[in-house]
């Protein structure tokens, strides 16, 4: 479920229902499953959550007005206090930044509870405070899909285009409020040492109410007011994620020809493999009677390899072959 302004704009380009990713949950998180193999599985106390996010001022403003007293709102009201306040938002420090990098490069994400989320919730399996206005990045990811690499696709195509938006909005509102909102109360002493600018020095003691104004702006504005404000950037991320709704919305043909895709073994058993293919966190588990078959589509016609192999008393059908092309476990053949 997306946040409920990105969620309405997505809705009113693409004049359809979004899709909702079943396999992945939260509160119930699938990465910490007997069946996850060791070096995958997620702690109980960490999961998707070993991120800190950077959280535009819009963002910040909506979650200061609707969130309720509770964890997550203090979690929120002590970034604000003590956090890396911009006109843009709230950041994240060069300390966490650095960590991140480090999660990444150890390939420890979803296992290493010293980067955890401040907004990590410690309720019904690990919750997020910042859940009903989070940003892009943790709104769009997901670590199983319905579709698998198909609807990996889209999702990283909403994670572009949000990001963009995100972007220049945040501009775009902190430009709204600096110069022509007046803060509610007196500006601070000059700071010589200061890189802030005389706008946002008058502002920056008032941070909370700051951001409230920018989500009060953005609240207001139509999706074709958004489009106008993200300017021509935002013209290739709506063709690829048009592209990418179109190819969720409808079964694809069956492509021409088609030959295995970049498939890891991650366990081969008598009669079922667990391969791993366009995501570490979506392994599969198949026949391995079918893994077996794969060599057998080498980029001859399908139907071609489809009847040979039902000549062997294998049949294949239209929808099994599907699943192998959304989870890439097979692949279209190029030219």
């Not at 690829?240 to 020809?257: G, K, S, T, V």
């Amino acid at each position: 479920m997306l946040p409920p302004r990105y969620a309405q704009w997505l809705r009113d380009l693409l004049q359809g229902t979004l899709p909702e990713e079943q396999a992945a949950t939260c509160s119930r998180c699938n990465m910490q499953a007997a069946a996850v193999p060791e070096g995958y599985r997620f702690r109980a106390d960490a999961k998707c959550c070993t991120y800190v996010p950077a959280i535009v001022n819009f963002l910040v403003g909506a979650l200061l007005r609707d969130l309720p007293q509770g964890p997550g709102r203090a979690s929120l009201e002590q970034r604000v206090a003590n956090g890396v306040c911009t006109p843009h938002g709230l950041d994240v420090t060069d300390d966490e930044r650095q960590r991140y990098a480090a999660v990444v490069e150890n390939d420890t994400f979803g296992r290493d509870p010293n980067l955890r989320c401040p907004h990590y919730i410690h309720e019904a399996g690990g919750l997020c405070g910042v859940w009903r206005h989070r940003n892009a990045v943790c709104a769009t990811w997901y670590c199983k899909h319905d579709r698998g690499a198909t609807g990996q696709r889209f999702w990283r195509a909403v994670e572009a285009l949000l990001t963009l938006i995100e972007r220049e909005l945040s501009h775009w509102s902190a430009c709204q409020v600096l110069f022509h909102r007046t803060p509610p109360g007196p500006a601070p002493d000059p700071d010589p040492d200061s890189d802030d600018t005389p706008e946002w020095r008058s502002w920056s003691h008032h941070a909370a109410a700051y951001y409230r104004e920018a989500a009060t702006l953005v609240d207001e504005l139509t999706w074709p007011e958004v489009q106008t404000i993200a300017g021509p950037d935002l013209e290739p991320l709506l063709h690829e994620l048009r592209a990418a709704y179109a190819a969720l919305q409808a079964q694809a043909p069956e492509p021409p020809a088609l030959v295995p895709g970049l498939v890891r073994i991650s366990r081969r058993g008598p009669t079922t493999t667990r391969v791993v293919t366009y995501s570490d966190s979506d392994a599969i588990d198949l026949p391995s009677d079918l893994v077996a078959l794969l060599p057998r589509f080498d980029g001859r016609p399908t139907a071609l390899v489809l009847a040979e192999i039902a000549r062997d008393g294998i049949v294949l059908t239209p929808a099994l072959v599907a699943r192998l092309v959304d989870f890439a476990v097979l692949a279209p053949a190029t030219a």
